[in-house]
Nanobody, 121 residues
Framework: QVQLVESGGGLVQPGGSLRLSCAASGTIFRINAMGWYRQAPEKQRELVASITRGGNTDYLDSVEGRFTISRDNDKNTVYLQMNSLKPEDTAVYYC???????????????WGQGTPVTVSS
């Protein structure tokens, strides 16, 4: 079926930058909204940024102005450029996509396995 594979996570110092990528593959008719979630240890998962197929974006208030979400519809890929990283950005980041696998299928909420981001000096 559908697989989402994230890449780009790692360890960075405060103020540094990372670019996360998530590529969707498998049985896909159309991908609607895509987004990035994150979950810090002992915390609830939260939506960091989302983007519609047409390119409309929304951001968590705490990352507004620092993070930028984008997508390449031809490549079924979503990106998250993270700048001016702070220790509180430390979390496992998960890719999410709303996918219609066939023209007659309902929308399926698909998730990647997550990529850890650690911001520490």
């Amino acid at each position: 079926q559908v697989q989402l594979v994230e890449s780009g996570g790692g360890l960075v110092q405060p103020g540094g930058s990372l670019r996360l990528s998530c590529a969707a593959s498998g049985t896909i008719f159309r991908i609607n909204a895509m987004g990035w979630y994150r979950q810090a240890p002992e915390k609830q998962r939260e939506l960091v940024a989302s983007i519609t197929r047409g390119g409309n974006t929304d951001y968590l208030d705490s990352v507004e102005g620092r993070f930028t979400i984008s997508r390449d519809n031809d490549k079924n890929t979503v990106y998250l450029q993270m700048n001016s990283l702070k220790p509180e950005d430390t979390a496992v980041y998960y890719c999410n996509a709303d996918i219609r696998k066939t023209p007659w299928s309902p929308i399926t909420d698909c998730w990647g396995q997550g990529t850890p981001v650690t911001v520490s000096s």
